[in-house]
């Protein structure tokens, strides 16, 4: 194959038709190589470079691509990389080779080479950056120093907007930020700056307390670190100083410090004088040995504080001693001094036992002779054990109990174990005569023993009484039970054995009483539907009621509730599970209302029957041997009967019905339709809601259209103008309710009567 053709075949898409004589030679010479035995010989390579990006920022990637070497072949980059795509990030304009190497042994090697061309760099000065001035502080500053690059500068900081105005940042806390640097190509380049801060402001305090309570000679050191050193300390406002102590504070105050640094960054701290702890006083009294002598004691112990104690009692002066005598019952402060000349103060109360009081009791002279008469003393206060003399002279006894003694002033004289006394005075005059009463505590029924009395007495002598019933044991209580009713002779016995007796009755308790609960009166004279209930009070349930007429009938059941009852008087009596019965009690049972008088009625004309009562009226109509049924809204004295029938009336009065009225047989008659003059259907019959009417007349007139109803009462009116012939017409039902109706036609002198069912 020619050079010509080896040209067009390397390039096969220039045009189709070098294609095709390519693709033939190709086919021919490989078919005569097969025939011959012999391989042509293969053509080199072509291999070409593309470059995504041909020019690029520095340090941005492009990748470069290899084409044209074969699949059986190898490409190998000047940058030691191999494969047909490689990505390279240059910082400078570099130009880079490919290699293409065939693995067969007849191949040959085929290179190409490609230029990438690097804008000018940016490049980044050391950042310069300032600490916080204080620890938390937000005065930190960034400054960005750049060169090199395309054009004006733009600087970012921290991921905000670039800007060209301006390439330093304030206003910063401590901490790790990022910067980036953009020319006016694009290209940007990116660092990282911190910005520092010292560390925290902190102080260790040291109090000292005072050396006693109220003084002011307390004090505290302070030591600060953290910061930047060189440290200045303000208490409360005063002067700075260097140094951290400070003297001369009060306990249980709080003072304010200030420490500052270099920067005049302060630390705030609120520092208390604790209060000194006083030393331990212990204060021991023993009371006086009567109520008002001087007698007390008072015994110190004081520990802690410094030095040897002092003791002073009130304002007395100062001793070595630690205990106080001869006081009177009041209380003491006591103050403790100790060699540091500071004092403790405690309070102490000096007691004294209660005065020696006695509680004199006369125990009169009684029925048993004029010395029967006595003294009983109850003492209180003093110490141990009370003796006494009675002012007669009689020796000192421990019997708080003088006897023997008659009417007359006494005083008597109490002495204690510490030998403090009390005297009182007490009357002992005759005791009133012994008088019994009782109150009765009633029995629960008529045969019940649980009935009793409760006494009480006046006069007699002593608290202590006894009480019998006659012919039976004495008790101390004065409450006897255990009794049935019935009439009982009781006495009292009191100390000095004087007596007294009086009789008292045991009633029933629960004695059955009878009222009328419920009373119902006959309705209507003659009539049994009274009605009467008894109420019990007492007894014991269950009860048993007797209940008798006028005629002495007893009625059944025997309960509390009797119906249907006539008009009369009726005993009650009962009797409860006791068999206790109760007196009798009388019930009266009345008519309230007479029944009216038996109506009389009559027919007027053929078609009109008529009651010679208005008030309460009720017709009724029945056929043959039916019960009579009462004729719908028929309540007034006329009606006017819309079949034929046997009509009476009852007349109710206060709901009492009359006896009913002698019948009358009527026939209803005059529903004839003379077709001749006056003609009228009713379409359809029976009515729903609208009342629709043909009328026929021979005569020119006008037509009065009615309907009644069963008592007479007029439900609807209609009127039709003069005409003559035939015409419809139709009114609404409104309201008119469901039953039977007479129609009424009126034309001058003629009538038609027709029956209308409304549904």
């Known amino acids: 194959m020619d050079d010509h053709l080896r040209i067009q075949c390397q390039y096969p898409f220039r045009c189709l038709r070098a294609t095709l004589i390519c693709l033939s030679l190709l086919i021919g010479l490989t078919v005569s190589a097969w025939a011959t035995g012999a391989i042509p010989s293969q053509a080199p390579a072509v291999l070409t470079i593309s470059v995504s990006s041909a020019t690029v920022c520095a340090g941005t990637s492009t990748t470069l691509t290899a084409a044209g070497c074969p699949a059986t072949g190898l490409v190998r980059w000047s940058t030691t990389q191999v494969g047909s795509s490689i990505v390279v990030a240059p910082v400078q304009t570099t130009s880079y080779t490919a290699t293409c190497a065939e693995a067969s042994p007849s191949a040959t090697t085929t290179t190409a080479a490609a230029t ?49 105005i301006n390439s330093t940042f304030g206003n910063l806390a401590a901490g790790s930020y990022t910067v980036g640097v953009k020319d006016a190509l ?20 040291t109090t000292v307390s005072p050396s006693c309570l109220g003084r002011s000679d307390g004090g505290f050191i302070a030591f600060a670190s953290g910061g930047v050193g060189d440290y200045r300390y303000l208490l409360n406002g005063s002067a700075p100083q260097i140094s951290g102590t400070f003297i001369n504070l009060k306990a249980d105050t709080t003072y304010s410090l200030i420490v500052a640094d270099k920067n005049n960054c302060v630390l705030f701290r609120d520092v208390k004088i604790a209060p000194t702890v006083p030393f331990s006083i212990k204060l021991t009294s023993t009371p006086t040995r009567c109520s008002g002598s001087a007698d007390g004691i008072v015994t110190v112990s004081a520990l802690g504080g410094g030095g040897n104690f002092q003791y002073r009692i009130g304002s007395g002066p100062l001793q070595t001693g630690s205990q106080f005598t001869g006081l009177a019952a009041s209380s003491y402060e006591v103050t403790v001094v100790d060699g540091y000349n500071c004092e403790g103060r405690q309070t102490v109360v000096v007691g004294q036992p209660a005065p020696v009081q006695l509680t ?127 009439s009982y002779r009781l006495r009292v016995t009191d100390e000095a054995g004087c007596a007294d007796t009086t009789v008292a009755v045991v009633t029933d308790g629960k004695a059955l009483t009878l009222s009328v609960g419920k009373l119902k009166d006959v309705t209507c004279t003659g009539g049994n539907d009274g009605e009467a209930a008894i109420q ?125 009225s002698e019948p009358i047989n009527f026939i209803l008659t005059g529903l004839s339709e003379p077709v001749s003059s006056l003609s009228v259907r009713v379409i359809p019959n029976p009515v729903v809601d ?50 039977s109706y007479l129609l009424k036609v009126n034309a001058d002198t003629r009538q038609s009567v027709l029956r209308v069912l409304v549904e």
Request: with cysteine; glycine share 12%; net charge positive.
């Open 360 to 486: 004199l009791t006369a125990i009169p002279v009684n029925c048993q002779g004029p010395n029967s008469g006595g003294i009983r003393i109850t003492p209180t206060g003093g110490t141990g054990a009370v003796r006494y003399q009675l002012s007669t002279g009689s020796a000192l006894q421990s019997n708080p109990v003088f006897t023997g003694i008659g009417v007359g002033e006494y005083t008597v004289v109490g002495v204690d174990a510490n030998g403090c006394s009390g005297l009182a005075s007490v009357t002992v005059g005759k005791a009133d005569p012994l008088k019994i009463q009782a109150v009765s505590i009633a029995a629960t029924c008529c045969v019940c023993a649980t009935g009793g009395f409760r006494l009480s007495t006046t006069g007699g002598s002593g608290t202590a009484r006894q009480y019998q019933i006659i012919g039976q044991p004495s008790q101390a209580g004065n409450t006897i039970t255990g009794l049935r009713p019935n």
């Open 116 to 164: 990438v061309q690097v804008y000018p760099p940016i490049k980044i000065s050391p950042i310069a950056s300032l600490s916080v001035l204080c620890n938390g502080g937000k005065d930190g500053q960034v400054a960005i120093n750049a060169s090199g690059g395309t054009g004006v500068l733009q600087y970012q900081f921290n991921g905000q907007p670039f800007q060209s």
């Open 536 to 660: 019990v009070a007492g007894g014991t349930k269950p009860f048993t009621y007797y209940w008798a007429t006028d005629r002495q009938d007893t009625l059944r059941p025997f309960v509390a509730t009797q119906t249907g009852l006539v008009a009369g008087t009726y005993t009650v009596s009962v009797v409860d599970s006791n068999r206790c019965s109760s007196t009798t009690l009388f019930v009266p049972i009345k008519a309230q209302f007479p029944v009216p008088a038996k109506p009389t009625i009559s027919a007027i004309g053929s078609s009109t029957l008529v009651a010679d009562q208005s008030a309460g009226v009720q017709w009724y109509m029945r056929l043959g041997n039916e019960p009579g049924k009462a004729v719908p809204n028929a309540t007034s004295a006329t009606l006017t009967p819309f079949q034929t029938g046997q009509y009476y009336v009852i007349v109710t009065a206060n709901g009492c019905p009359s006896a009913p």
């Open 690 to 739: 609208q009342l629709r009417l043909e009328i026929e007349q021979l005569e020119r007139s006008a037509v009065r259209v009615e309907l009644v109803d069963a008592s007479g009462r007029l439900v609807m009116t209609g009127q039709l103008p003069a005409f003559s012939g035939k015409k419809r017409a139709e009114w609404p039902l409104t309201g008119v309710t469901s039953g």
């Open 186 to 205: 694009g290209c940007q380049v990116q660092g990282t700056v911190e910005v520092k801060e010292p560390p925290a402001l902190s102080a260790t305090i």
